[in-house]
Structure formats: structure tokens, C-alpha cells
């Protein structure tokens, strides 16, 4: 039996089925739909991409030896150690920061819920390269910082404010200050993105606020806090570099520092764009198994990451064959 | 006869401008069944949830094993408990709710262990025993490691049913515990709540299900427009009303 394209009503496709059951059905075969159009996009863009790998590949003003002369090289490792150091440190504090922020967003407290707000606006709303700036210039305003007990006349701490402020802390203070501001809108994201009726059944099992938020909304929460938060550790990564600004030896730093005498500029940024891409392909994949780790419960179940490649990169082949 | 477990006298209940409740009375003996029937939007779950205070009365007078679940009375004055206070009190109420609210990220176990042993203090050996034998008393003793997304909707809210009682409550409170689920699941969830009211568990259920109502139920409550319009006995209230809108409604929902 045969229908005309465009006239697939429901009865005539069932009455197919229905006849398909008997000795018609043995041999039938699904062919995929074909789509030509894919293949002239790809061969364009593939013809792009060679055009642009062929005009660096075939310069010879490129010193293409300088990159594996200079990938192991003293500064380098070293700028490379301090870059991954200061993404923890600011992002773990700027975690930190964004869930007490967060916290204080949605408290019932009217201060705590505009002290916080003018957290966020604030360090959102300001370049973090001026901030950078900003703490790293401190001793000029503050020559000195000290921990005094009021009305008594007593020190407790005192030192130079330029002691204190090293670029590494400045750079410190200013991107996890920042990152805080941006993870607060995260983890407020999360927390609201949580079913009231969870709250309700905790506190109904006589949990307090606290408990309910650390035991029950918190865990689910982080389930969406994750991917962007994923993102954020990539970005900082990345930002981390504005701080060779203020003379911090990050990775950017080292590799200034090595084209500075030897002029090889070019080189030496694919040098350092190297170790970036190495180091965001690693922290993705960590994400992954992170992603999976905090999957639990969840309806669809989480397969090993080299499941999810072949999946993405499995040729859409008729069934059975 | 013993002290009425609930007592409630003239509780009133608006949200914004939307007077939910006008003047609620209602009493519920050591035991005894009550099940509140009425028409979306009568305030008969709003009336629930101010059982436990999980929404705060306006005004009335609403108590629960003698004491008032979110204030604390010095002469003749009221004073709002913190919400740790309140939590002390609302752990001797067990409530299940319409959409089971079962945890997602523990699995069916974790969920009924995780209030007793936090809040109750309860070992964590004593918790288990204890939710072992109320899985096998729901029949899901064999989904104790389940999560709760791969269990279905009857299975969820008997194991919801399971987890308010791990806090042995002296109250159970029901909030349309069938209204979520597929027709053919009901009848595994009425079982488990009727044999609770078998054994002497003192119940308000907020239903539509008639038939549980004049099976399990000692009273029936109708409520409509935020008023309690009659009660009685199940044979008289759904077989006889007395009351014109109560007729009406039956009409309607038999």
C-alpha cells in the first residue's frame, strides 16, 4: 500500500503499520534522509580554516622552534605555577563570598539583604582592571594598616601598608572581590531555582532554616551552580592575566618578560595561549566529572566522558544496518 | 475523653486583600479520622498548613497537642517563636503533601533517616531499624536504595507517607495526597492511609476522594469560601447534607 507525501492522515499511517505486520515487513529498510547543503558548508569551512593554518604555517618570519625551546622554560613554569595559584585561591574565595552573599540576598534581615546588594553592585559594576589598580595603590592613601582595640590604646598589628600589599594580594583582593559579586548572582540563581515545596517538606520534618538550607536546598542547588560556576574557573584562568598589570610574575608575565629581550613576541604568546588551552581542557573535563558526581538522583543517568565524544561523533546510520 | 489533639477557634487567614479564611473552628479528638472536603479555592489546605504554621494565622486561636505551634502565650499577650522553636513543635506533625516532596538527591532510605537522626538526635543504627520496618509496613522494602525519581508517583508519596512517620508524630496531616497522582496509583495510597487510621492515628486529610472519606473518615468537614459550612458523620454529611451549598457540591464532585 502506497500514501502520497502530504497526505499522511492517522488512519491511512495505522492502516500501514497494521498491514507492515505481515510478510510485506520482512526486508523493509530505513534510509536516512540525505542533506547535500551540510556537505558544501563543511568543504567551505574547511577550506577557510586551511587558508589561515597555510598563512601562519608558511611564514618564515615565524620562529616556530622558539615555541618548544621556550614551553618548559624556567619563567614560564613558574608563571604558569602562580597563574594556576592565584585562579584557586581568588575562585575558591570568591565561592566562598558568592554563597554568603547569596545567603544575605535572601535573608528576611532588610540590612543584610542591601548590604549585599551593594556588594554586587558595586564590584559588577567597576572594571576589574581599575580595582586591580585600585588595591594595588593603597599605601598611597593608607601608609599604614593596623589592628587596634577601640578606645584603648592598643595595637595589636601594625605594618606598612606596601608590605602588605604585594602584587600577589592585591591581585588576590581584587579578582576574588570581584568573582564573589558574580558568584553571589550564581548561587542566588541556584538556590531560587529550587522547588519551595523542598523547604516546606523539610521544615514540616522539624528542620530549622539552616539545616534544611545546608541539607536539603544547598546539595540540589549545586547541581545548577556548577556549569556556570565551571565557566567562571575558566574565565578566571584567564583573567588572572590582567594582573600582569601590576608586575604579579603570572604566566602572561613570563612571557613577557622572555620576548622583552628577545623580541620573539608572537612565539612567545603562543607559548603562553598553549598552557592556557592545556589548562582549560583539563579543568573541563574535571567539570564533567563533577557535572556526573552531582547527578545523583537525577532521572537521566550520567555515562563516562568517552561515552558522550562517541555519542557526539556517532554517524547517524539506518537502524539495522 | 482525653485532650483534643487540634483545636482550632476563629482562625482567620488573608493573602493580601483575599480573605482565605473567615473564621475557622474545628476540634480533632486523640485518634480520631477528619477528613475536609470542599471546592478548589475554599481555604481547605490553607487551613492545613496553619495546622503546622507553615502559613501564619492571622487571627484565632490554633493549637496543637495544647500548645500554640508558632507562639508562645505570657498572660495575655502572644509571642512569635523563632523559626528553631517552631521547628521543635512542628516535629511532632507529620505532613504529606499533594506533590510528595520526597528529596531528589537521597535516596529513598536517606530520606527517612535524615530527620530523625538530625533533628530527633537519633542514632543512625535506631533510624534505620525504624525506617526498615515502615518501608516493609508501606510495602517498598525493596526500594530502600532507590532514588526517588526512579520510583512512581504511589511509590514516592507511600514513601513520603513513610518519612513523616519516622518522626512519629502525634498528627498526620494529609494535603490531597492522591490529587498528583495517575488514577490507577490511588487505591495503593488509600490503603497505606487506612490501615494508619486502623491503628489509632490521629488524622486531618484534605481530599477528594470520597469514598476514602465515608470508608476511613470518623467526621467530614465541608468548608467553602473560607468558612467551615458543616460536619458530621460521613453516612449523614455526604448522604444527607444538611446545608444547601454542601448538596451542590456533592452534586457536583459524586
Redesign the interface.
Known amino acids: 500500500m502506497s500514501t502520497e507525501p502530504g497526505q499522511r492522515d492517522v488512519s491511512t499511517s495505522t492502516a500501514v503499520v497494521a498491514e507492515g505486520t505481515g510478510a510485506e515487513a520482512e526486508g523493509l529498510v530505513v534510509v536516512p534522509a540525505r542533506y547535500p547543503g551540510r556537505w558544501v558548508a563543511a568543504l567551505i569551512a574547511l577550506g577557510f580554516l586551511a587558508i589561515v593554518i597555510s598563512a601562519f604555517a608558511t611564514n618564515e618570519k615565524i620562529d616556530w622552534g622558539a615555541i618548544p625551546k621556550y614551553m618548559f622554560s624556567a619563567p614560564i613554569l613558574t608563571g604558569l605555577w602562580h597563574t594556576i595559584m592565584l585562579t584557586l585561591l581568588a575562585q575558591g574565595i570568591g565561592i566562598l563570598l558568592g554563597i554568603f552573599a547569596a545567603v544575605m540576598r535572601l535573608s528576611e534581615n532588610p540590612v543584610s539583604r542591601s548590604i549585599a546588594w551593594l556588594y554586587v553592585w558595586f564590584f559588577r559594576g567597576t572594571p576589574l582592571l581599575v580595582q586591580l589598580i585600585f588595591w594595588f595603590n593603597l599605601g598611597l592613601v593608607f601608609s599604614t594598616i593596623s589592628l587596634k582595640i577601640p578606645l584603648l590604646d592598643v595595637t595589636l598589628f601594625s605594618t606598612s601598608t606596601n608590605s602588605l600589599i604585594t602584587p600577589f594580594a592585591a591581585a588576590l583582593l581584587g579578582l576574588a572581590l570581584n568573582e564573589g559579586a558574580y558568584m553571589s548572582e550564581i548561587v542566588r540563581g541556584g538556590l531560587l531555582g529550587i ?1 519551595h ?2 523547604t ?12 534544611t538550607l545546608r ?2 536546598v544547598l ?2 542547588a549545586i ?1 545548577i551552580i556548577i556549569p556556570p560556576t565551571g565557566n567562571e574557573l575558566i574565565n578566571m584562568l584567564k583573567t588572572t592575566s590582567l594582573a600582569s598589570v601590576i608586575a604579579y610574575d603570572d604566566l602572561l608575565h613570563g612571557a613577557q618578560a622572555i620576548y622583552n629581550q628577545n623580541l620573539e613576541t608572537l612565539e612567545l604568546l603562543m607559548v603562553a595561549s598553549a598552557w592556557y588551552l592545556i589548562v582549560t581542557s583539563l579543568l573541563s573535563i574535571n567539570q564533567f566529572y563533577l557535572e556526573r558526581h552531582y547527578a ?4 537521566k543517568q550520567a555515562q563516562s566522558l568517552l561515552e558522550v565524544w562517541k555519542r557526539a561523533f556517532h554517524w547517524r546510520r539506518p537502524v539495522g544496518v | 475523653m482525653s485532650e483534643p489533639v487540634v483545636v482550632a477557634r476563629n482562625v482567620e487567614k488573608s493573602f493580601g486583600p483575599n480573605r482565605v479564611l473567615r473564621g475557622v473552628s474545628m476540634t480533632v479528638a486523640a485518634g480520631e479520622v477528619v477528613c475536609v472536603i470542599g471546592p478548589s479555592g475554599s481555604g481547605k489546605s490553607t487551613f492545613l498548613r496553619c495546622i ?1 504554621h ?1 502559613e501564619r494565622i492571622d487571627a484565632g486561636y490554633l493549637s496543637v497537642g495544647g500548645e500554640m505551634v508558632g507562639y508562645r502565650r505570657s498572660g495575655s499577650r502572644l509571642y512569635e517563636l523563632r ?2 522553636e517552631v ?2 513543635r ?6 504529606v ?1 499533594q ?1 510528595f ?7 529513598v532510605m536517606q530520606n527517612l533517616v ?2 530523625p537522626v ?3 538526635k537519633e542514632s543512625k543504627r535506631d533510624a534505620t531499624a525504624n525506617a526498615e520496618a515502615l518501608l516493609d509496613r508501606v510495602g517498598l522494602a525493596d526500594k530502600r536504595d532507590a ?4 520510583i512512581s508517583g504511589g511509590q514516592q508519596q507511600r514513601v ?1 507517607i513513610a ?2 512517620l519516622a ?1 512519629r508524630p502525634e498528627l498526620m496531616l494529609f494535603d490531597e495526597p492522591t490529587s498528583a497522582l495517575d488514577p490507577e496509583l490511588v487505591r495503593e495510597v488509600l490503603a497505606v492511609m487506612k490501615s494508619l487510621a486502623a491503628d489509632g492515628m490521629t488524622m486531618v486529610v484534605v481530599t477528594h476522594e470520597m469514598g476514602f472519606a465515608r470508608e476511613a473518615a470518623d467526621r467530614v468537614c465541608f468548608m467553602d469560601e473560607g468558612c467551615m459550612i458543616e460536619e458530621g458523620a460521613p453516612d449523614q454529611l455526604l448522604g444527607a447534607p444538611r446545608h444547601e451549598r454542601t448538596r451542590t457540591f456533592l452534586s457536583r464532585v459524586l
Not at chain 1, 296 to 299: E, I, N, R, T
Not at chain 2, 90 to 95: D, E, L, P, Q, T
Open positions: 522547588d515545596g523542598q516546606e517538606a523539610a521544615y514540616a520534618l522539624g528542620m530549622t532554616p539552616r539545616l541539607r536539603v546539595p540540589q547541581r545523583k538522583g537525577a532521572a | 503546622n507553615l523559626p528553631h521547628a521543635k512542628r516535629a511532632k506533625i507529620g505532613m503533601f506533590r516532596n520526597l528529596f531528589p538527591h537521597m535516596t535524615e530527620a538530625k533533628v530527633l532514588y526517588p525519581a526512579a513520603a518519612r513523616a518522626m
